[in-house]
């Protein structure tokens, strides 16, 4: 099993930056592909951003295609989503997650068997 941890989000401008951490505690992090969702009131929760677990490997979704970098430190037991030129429609609660399959990286939720708590990130006009 995993633990998962997400840093806190906050309140950005429009056009702003802010990176999110989110740290893992439990069986090795290596073991884990990773990925960003994100869900906003009223609507599903979306994919972000994923990454393999050596890192060789990410995707994103192509609402944040371009503006978000999703990276991991193994040695830190830590993946990172760094968000650029912050909209409106960006502001959503922010969750990490551990998938335990072996390859590549996913884009559907019922593959990932752990998430962190969740994080605010409002983004104002």
């Known amino acids: 099993q995993v633990q998962l941890v997400e840093s806190e989000g906050g309140l950005v401008q429009t056009g702003g930056s802010l990176r999110l951490s989110c740290v893992a505690s439990g069986r090795t992090f290596s073991s884990y592909s990773m990925g960003w969702f994100r869900q906003a009131p009223g609507k599903e929760r979306e994919f972000v951003a994923a990454i393999s677990r050596s890192g060789d490997i990410t995707f994103y979704g192509d609402s944040v295609k371009g503006r978000f970098t999703i990276s991991r430190d193994n040695a830190k037991s830590t993946v990172y989503l760094q968000m650029n030129s912050l909209a409106p429609e960006d502001t959503a609660v922010y969750y990490c997650?551990?998938?335990?399959?072996?390859?590549?990286?996913?884009?559907?939720?019922?593959?990932?068997?752990?998430w962190g708590q969740g994080t605010q990130v409002t983004v104002s006009s």
């Open positions: 997650a551990a998938r335990a399959e072996i390859w590549g990286v996913s884009t559907m939720i019922s593959e990932y068997g752990y």
